[in-house]
């Protein structure tokens, strides 16, 4: 009977520890992305320049890049679920503060001051899912790290969709604003989960950032994830961006290409779901790393040779995308020492990733800007995905530490 309670009561931890987990990647991407869709009703409310605008759309990345790499140390210094909770009580801090009704110079301050800290909130928050993944289900990592990603994007789909709607009947403030209510959920989720934990001795306690693992950063394995990981990403952001702008230089009309890139967001997700269960093809991760990257890599050159067909590649570019992204953030737990916290690994890992991903779309924009031409965007995107598929070799590798 003893046994049975027990089992019982993991079975019943294991429950909350996934919702907890999903309800958490649930309020990352949505805030962010609700932002796009109104940013022309905002820069003429707000009067915002171009280079603001732009400030405002780049903060996000920018604000991952810089805050990632102490997001373990936080976790170290707090524990995992009072970091959590500190992460979206940034978030709903940042959306708040966004929904603030005032107007002139004050409100652009404002405006960018709650950018920066709800991407902050959200970098930490970033990180930290990984090693939650790894700490609650470590014999199931890919699979949850699908289902969170998954769901991530399906939120910030939705965010995506019904923002201008929202906005043409309440004001961009409020349609801006609508996703403070489930971060409040999220956060009220996870203190009782924290202590919930706490009472039962299962999270683990603060510790000394002395006793952390060996520095990834000394760890040859660790930059070549992160390499991979900031590659994959510029290839996602990049045809997050562009490919509408791509389609319609090929003769592709503005309401199909917009279409398109719903089809590019859409197979994503169900990317995210159906490749997990792959990754272990060939005994280690090299042919599906790999393999991913040459999807986009085929699915790009396609689009750009024979138009024609534009709806079978991006279909096709959004599951390697998908593929990529559950590949890059389910091999930081994979790869992290036996019995050791992922937390350091994915702290470097996105923080390296995230610094050239902005480097990498600002030095797009420029060649765009300078060549006129989307021409530029597709050849780059070409070149990252031969990198990241010979980066796929080394990095699927079967090894830790």
Not at 58 to 83: C, D, K, M, Y
Not at 240 to 264: C, D, K, N, R
């Amino acid at each position: 009977m003893l046994d049975a309670g027990g089992g019982s009561r993991r079975l019943g931890y294991t429950a909350v520890a996934l919702i907890a987990i999903l309800v958490l990647a649930a309020n990352l991407r949505a805030a962010i992305s609700a932002v796009g869709p109104v940013l022309p009703m905002i820069a003429e409310d707000l009067a915002l320049s171009d280079a603001v605008q732009g400030v405002l759309t780049a903060a996000p990345i920018a604000a991952f890049a810089l805050v990632s790499p102490f997001g373990h140390r936080i976790a170290a210094r707090l524990g995992v679920e009072a970091a959590v909770v500190l992460a979206l009580g940034l978030i709903a801090l940042g959306i708040a503060m966004r929904s603030i009704p005032i107007q002139g110079a004050a409100a652009v301050v404002v405006l960018v001051l709650a950018t920066a800290v709800l991407g902050g909130g959200v970098a930490v928050a970033n990180v930290l899912l990984p090693v939650l993944a790894r700490r609650d289900f470590p014999a199931r990592v890919p699979t949850v790290t699908g289902h969170y990603i998954a769901l991530q994007s399906a939120v910030a789909a939705l965010a995506a969709a019904v923002a201008v709607p929202v906005a043409a009947i309440a004001g961009w403030r409020t349609a801006l604003g609508v996703w403070l209510l489930p971060v409040a959920i999220a956060l009220v989720v996870w203190v009782i989960h924290r202590r919930g934990a706490a009472v039962r001795g299962e999270a683990p306690a603060p510790t000394d950032a002395s006793s952390l693992p060996r520095s990834p950063w000394t760890s040859p394995a660790a930059w070549q994830l992160a390499i991979y990981f900031g590659l994959q990403s510029c290839s996602f952001y990049l045809l997050l961006g562009w490919l509408p702008t791509i389609e319609q230089e090929l003769g592709i009309s503005a309401g199909a290409a917009g279409f398109h890139l719903g089809v590019f967001l859409v197979v994503g997700i169900a990317a995210n779901v159906v490749v997990p269960p792959c990754l272990n093809l060939g005994g280690d991760q090299r042919l599906v790393a790999s393999v991913v990257a040459l999807i986009g890599l085929v699915a790009v050159f396609g689009l750009w040779a024979w138009p024609a067909a534009a709806p079978w590649w991006v279909g096709l570019a959004g599951f390697g995308a998908g593929a990529s992204m559950v590949v890059a953030l389910s091999l930081i737990p994979l790869r992290s020492a036996v019995g050791a916290d992922s937390g350091p690994l994915s702290s470097m890992v996105q923080g390296v990733g995230y610094a050239g991903v902005t480097i990498g779309l600002l030095l797009v924009g420029w060649a765009k800007q300078t060549t006129g031409s989307s021409a530029v965007v597709v050849a780059v995107v070409l070149g990252l995905a031969v990198v990241q598929a010979l980066v796929g070799l080394l990095v699927g590798r079967d090894r830790r530490g």
